[in-house]
């Protein structure tokens, strides 16, 4: 098989590589190539070698193919040979035809194992590294997952593991036994006539030099069409998702005009990657010629002064022409090992991404269930990005079984309390405790095991909604998750949809509303049953009247445990134990809504905001 | 295949592709010859002369043959990347141009995959037509015809042999192809394990459910490795077969050769030279093979394709173009509504309302009770499905649809933002903005507070859909987004959710000075949000409930007087 595709083209299979990162545009078009081509290589390589088994039973297989291709035709000169001009030998014709059919069936019945083994190993192997990405990609640290690009580490998932995949299973087979080949006939060659040798090597340096010369080409254009090509693919990643808001500004001819475009822009740089790419093989055709002009020259020259036979030079030339032909396969073939060593190095550039670490974490002493919920925020400083602080200086103490609200402008850092208390960032400097242990010190999964959290963009996975709510505890019988339901008040809305509990949630959730979304989130956290509960702007969606509703649910869901709640609306959170006003990354107020009102401070002045309608 | 006459335009290409291919071909076929006659005539005669001499030639000929091959490339090139990027254009433009019920029905993930994996399927697939199709057909049609101007009797094995390859050949496809769009989809589910956590990120971590998800993509992964090694299985059969009726006939070719030379018909020579051109016919029915495993792919692509390309928009344009009239009324005549595509109860009822020129109108209602999908009527979102909805008096169904939506101005739920800078965001409102207008809607949006903040202010880059922005801040972006398109109509979806109250307030301020005749309708769940607002609806269940002005619905409306006590009743006991 690998014989008939030589000529394929070259892949124009462009895997749509998106730029790594983001920031200003441009900056990326000067990523070029692989950094380190052995490097990433030996790692595919290592992932294939956990298949040992299968991966040394395909090189035997192909061991044994190249041997019967080159033993094939000099049992079928012998059986042509048999049948003379003076008469058929048929004894032995019968007996070379005999020996040929069962050296063919051995083979084809092999060339299945090759088959199959190939396909097993690129399987496997893909298979092997997409589970150890997905791990990777699940224990990042959610700093990494804010400030990627999503559809860039997809891309990662798919396009980069798929290239692999097809580089293990159509290029290993043709390298290996183009290896074997090019061996096994040097080593011929040298047999024959070391002098021949020596030029036919020299016109393989020079196919190296070519192919080198012609792969910086390719690869210039090849990497600005992948380029491109992920910028065009984030256009319509854009526009897709963010069609509604497209369509509600009539950008559509925007939108339609900029893709044009940047399709020009890409059919121009695929025009020349294809153009280099598909060269290669006919100019390639053209240097191995001369190669052979040459050893015909010469060859002819040294039989002219008797140095070597006839004989010698017509077997030479033969193998000289076997020798070539997988050198041609392998450059051929060396497109597509490049794409897939661009796609490894971009796999393992997240592989070897720090997870997040629990570096002094003791588990002993720290058990979920007897955790009984005092928070406190000791002079915690923080920024996402250096010298902008968030958080400055920021102390807050919670007792167990508070319910904290948190208030402030947007932007003040709500938020970030939030992300640090769940570690998914970590603090610059400072420490935060629970019951006195610093979160530092507790693995991060029983640490968020202990805090139940609502958000405000909810998620939801395209599964039941049974399975959404019992998301935290999967176990859960379906008498607990309807109880959950309807603590939440989403079981009426459940129980209207045609397939109620069973209803797949769907991507586009034109099936449900954002407040209803929140309802489930509700629900989920109620069924989670954590310590210390975090709602963060959780009901923002829900309509006061059904928060009302849920309001009585909430107080028993926030019983017996510390709660954090981040609101806007005043009803959320006025009989609040606490409530701490935070301006400028710091604590500037805390107490109870009359304390505060009395006070007339800041939280005096967003409470005017709100009711300045009523208040006059 | 619909698809082709996308290669139209390129046919110059399209022909010269295999033309210039079979000068290859022919190059190549000739090439031996030459070679033979080196070695025959030139070394084994020891005739220097001939071997310069036809050395020559054959350069010179293999310089051609190459360059038909880099030709070949070249025009397959222009005409299979003409062909997908015509075809890539006019996917988009459709895409551009589905209304909501089509989106959803197509998913936004598949519709990306749409655009940019089957399309470059597709266009893989003609490239790999223009080029190898022609080539081996010529190599397996000439084969035929030289093997039996050899011996007629050779034709007896090809009856035999060719009929046999193509059963087996036809059987295998049948049995894979199938399982080929299965593959497809266990893709897709491994890609939206993937998608979801990455999107998901917080919630996994907070709920401590990695093992859970690892799991869950454990069971998609390797759902998807075994439907792939079932079809590889299977095709793995494939060319071994292929191989041993190719062998077993060149062993019957041997024979019946065998007899020939003895009966005096034939030389050996011929013998081999039958053996080269059954391989090469054989070679080519392989070629086929691969051919039909493309084009099956190819074809899955191509469908999905014309899938989008060849729907029949559900919204149609009208023809009405208003002049420069700014009058914005909004009249819903006894409508009914129902997503597409769902059953049980419509989520609006037999509504009818007037909002009136200049007005500020607040819409109230429960979660679910249909205020989102009313206002999703008037730009035409979606249609009704009795009723009629009207602006300025036309319906909606009537006017030319890009000057409906210039009309209005809609702050959407869920504020998307798009990569670039923050004023060219902004400036989506309106194209030929200056800087000026930019800053006052960003200023009236309460959007200047902070973008003046940020290090590079409004030339600052906004990274990922405005990750690193808070909800305010992006509510606020698109906020001034819409104020500088200067609408007659702006419509707030709750788009003011995540702003602190006392930016929404400076806000409202902000409008009312600013926009002081524009009709505003908002959607909100803050009674304070709405309460200074000219009239209110309160919907419920789909049907409006009550409308009137803050106070008269304090005494008329019960529903009203609920939610109005669920916020502030607490409060003033507060102020007490």
């Known amino acids: 098989m690998a014989k008939n595709q030589k000529r394929q083209s070259i892949p124009s299979n462009n895997p749509p590589l998106r730029p790594m990162g983001r920031g200003p545009r441009g900056a990326m078009l000067s990523r070029e190539k692989p950094k380190d081509i052995l490097g990433t290589l030996k790692r595919i390589l290592s992932y294939m070698g956990k298949n040992k088994y299968i991966f040394f ?61 190939s396909a097993k190993l690129s399987q496997t192997t893909v298979k092997i590294m997409r589970n150890d990405l997905f791990r990777k990609i699940v224990t990042l640290p959610i700093k990494y997952i804010d400030t990627h690009n999503h559809g860039d580490l997809m891309s990662r998932m798919t396009n980069d593991v798929e290239n692999i995949s097809n580089c293990i299973s159509q290029s290993i087979g043709s ?3 183009g290896v074997l080949t090019i061996i096994g006939s040097l080593a011929i060659m040298i047999y024959y006539s070391p002098i021949l040798t020596l030029i036919s090597i020299s016109t393989i340096i020079l196919t190296l030099l070519f192919t080198s010369v012609m792969t910086k080409f390719m690869r210039k254009y090849f990497t600005r069409q992948q380029i491109l090509l992920g ?131 003791n588990d002993s002493e720290f058990v979920t269930d007897e955790v009984s919920g005092n928070i406190s925020f000791k002079n915690i400083n923080f920024s996402y990005v250096p010298d902008k602080p968030v958080l400055k200086g920021f102390n807050l103490d919670i007792k167990s079984g508070q319910k904290i609200a948190i208030v402030g402008a947007t932007g003040s850092g709500k938020t970030t309390v939030v992300n640090l208390l769940t570690r998914f960032y970590d603090i610059d400097s400072g420490e935060i405790e629970i019951d006195g242990v610093n979160i530092k010190d507790i693995p991060k999964g029983k640490l968020r095991e202990t805090i139940g959290i609502v958000l405000q963009d909810t998620v939801l996975f395209s599964d039941t909604i049974r399975t ?70 959780a009901t923002s969606s829900v309509d006061t009247r059904t928060e009302m509703n849920i309001q009585s649910a909430m107080v028993a869901l926030m019983k017996n445990r510390t709660s954090l709640i981040i609101a806007h609306r005043l009803s959320t959170i006025i009989d609040a134990d606490k409530i701490v006003v935070i301006d400028d990354g710091r604590v500037v107020e805390q107490g109870n809504h009359e304390e505060l009102l009395d006070k007339k401070g800041c939280y005096y002045n967003l409470y005017q905001n709100q009711f300045a309608g009523i208040a006059t | 295949m619909k698809l082709i006459k996308y290669l139209k335009p390129y046919w110059i290409f399209t022909l010269l592709t295999p033309l210039s291919m079979v000068g290859e071909v022919l190059v190549d076929l ?66 551009m141009g589905l209304s909501f019920e089509q989106t959803d029905k197509f998913t936004t993930g598949s519709l990306v995959t749409r655009l940019t994996n089957d399309i470059t399927q597709v266009q893989q697939f003609v490239d790999f037509a223009l080029r190898m199709l022609v080539r081996d057909t010529i190599l397996f049609i000439g084969g035929i015809i030289m093997m039996l101007s050899l011996d007629i009797n050779f034709g007896l094995v090809l009856v035999c042999v060719l009929p046999i390859e193509m059963i087996f050949m036809i059987i295998i496809i049948r049995k894979a192809t199938p399982i080929f769009s299965i593959v497809q989809k266990k893709l897709d589910k491994v890609n939206s ?72 018909e034939m030389q050996v020579g011929q013998i081999m030279a039958a053996i080269t051109y059954i391989t090469q016919i054989l070679l080519g029915i392989m070629m086929i093979s691969v051919m039909f495993q493309l084009i099956s792919r190819a074809h899955a692509s191509a469908k999905r394709i014309s899938e989008v390309l060849f729907i029949e928009p559900v919204i149609k344009s009208g023809s009405y173009v208003s002049e420069d009239n700014k009058i914005g009324t909004v009249s819903f005549k006894n409508i009914s509504f129902k997503y597409p595509g769902t059953n049980g109860d419509p989520v609006i009822k037999n509504l009818s309302v007037d909002i009136k020129s200049g007005e500020n109108f607040a819409i109230l209602g429960a979660t679910g009770s249909g205020k989102s999908s009313l206002i999703n009527l008037i730009p035409r979102f979606y249609d009704v499905d009795e009723g009629e909805v009207l602006v300025d008096g036309v319906n909606v169904k009537d006017y030319d649809i890009d000057c409906l939506r210039k009309k209005i101005g809609m702050v959407l739920q869920k504020s998307e933002l798009f990569s670039g800078t923050v004023s ?44 690193s922005l808070s909800g305010g801040q992006k509510q606020r972006l698109s906020i ?72 008269e619905l304090l005494k008329t409306s019960d529903v009203y007087r609920d939610i109005y006590n669920s916020q502030m009743k607490s409060s003033e006991e507060g102020e007490k």
């Open chain 1, 231 to 361: 910028d065009l693919n984030g256009h319509i990643e854009e526009m897709v998702v963010g069609y509604k808001t497209v369509v509600s500004y009539s950008k559509e001819k925007d939108a339609i005009e900029k893709f044009n475009e940047m399709s020009d822009n890409l059919k121009k740089t695929g025009v020349k990657a294809q153009i280099c790419g598909g060269s290669m093989g006919p100019l390639m055709n053209i240097v191995s010629n001369v190669g052979f002009v040459l050893i015909a020259g010469f060859g002819g020259y040294f039989a002219l002064k008797g140095l070597i036979s006839i004989g010698t030079i017509q077997a030479f030339i033969l193998y000289s022409k076997q020798f070539s032909r997988p050198i041609n396969e392998i450059a051929n073939q060396y497109a597509q090992i490049q794409t897939a060593v661009a796609g490894g190095e971009r796999i393992f550039a997240v592989m070897d991404e720090e997870s997040e670490r629990d570096d002094n974490s």
């Open chain 1, 468 to 537: 959404n709510i019992a998301y935290a505890k999967p176990q859960a019988e379906l008498s607990e998750i309807e109880s959950a339901a309807k603590t939440a008040n989403a079981d009426r809305f459940i129980s209207r949809l045609p397939e109620g509990y069973d209803t797949i949630l769907s991507e586009s959730g034109s099936n449900l509303s954002q407040g209803q979304r929140q309802l489930l989130a509700i629900a989920r956290a109620v069924l989670a049953d954590p310590k210390i509960l975090i709602l963060d702007e």
């Open chain 2, 193 to 264: 394990v993937v998608q979801e956590n990455v999107a998901g990120a917080r919630v996994v971590k907070a709920f401590v459910r990695e093992e859970h998800e690892s799991e869950r993509f454990d069971k998609a992964n390797v759902d998807l490795m075994q439907t792939n090694l079932k079809v590889m299985r299977i095709m793995s059969v494939l060319n071994p077969l292929l191989m041993i009726i190719m062998n077993l006939s060149v062993i019957s070719i041997i024979l019946i050769g065998g007899f020939q030379v003895e009966a005096g």
């Open chain 2, 480 to 551: 001034a987004r819409s104020i500088l398109k200067k609408p007659e109509i702006l419509i707030f979806d709750d788009s003011t959710s995540a702003l602190d109250l006392g930016t929404e307030s400076r806000l409202q301020r902000a409008l009312d000075e600013n926009l002081k005749d524009i009709t505003v309708i908002k959607i909100a769940q803050r009674i304070a949000s709405v309460m200074n607002c000219d009239r209110i609806a309160v919907l419920e269940h789909g049907s409006l409930c009550a409308i009137g002005t803050h106070e």
């Open chain 2, 30 to 95: 000739f090439q031996p010859k030459l070679m033979a006659k080196i070695v025959d005539e030139g070394v084994v005669a020891g005739n220097m002369e001939l071997i310069i001499h036809t050395g020559i030639m054959m350069m010179l000929l293999i310089c051609l043959g190459g360059l038909c091959g880099v030709g070949s490339a070249a025009f397959s090139g222009m005409a299979s990347q003409g062909f997908s990027r015509d075809l890539r254009n006019d996917t988009f433009k459709k895409v």
């Open chain 2, 424 to 467: 060219e965001n902004i400036s989506w409102g309106d194209n030929n903005a200056s800087r000026e207008e930019i800053e006052k809607a960003a200023k009236i949006a309460q959007a200047d507070e902070f973008v003046s903040l940020m290090p590079a202010g409004y030339d600052g880059y906004i990274a990922e859909k405005g990750a």
């Open chain 1, 175 to 177: 390298l290996f036994s």
């Open chain 1, 57 to 117: 039973m395909l090189l035997a297989v192909m061991l044994t193919i190249t041997i019967l291709n080159l033993a094939a035709p000099s049992l079928q000169q012998k059986a042509i040979d048999t049948i003379g001009f003076n008469g058929v030998d048929y004894k032995n014709l019968i007996k070379y035809l005999i020996i040929l059919g069962v050296v063919y069936i051995f083979s084809s019945g092999i060339t299945y194992f090759q088959g199959w083994f």
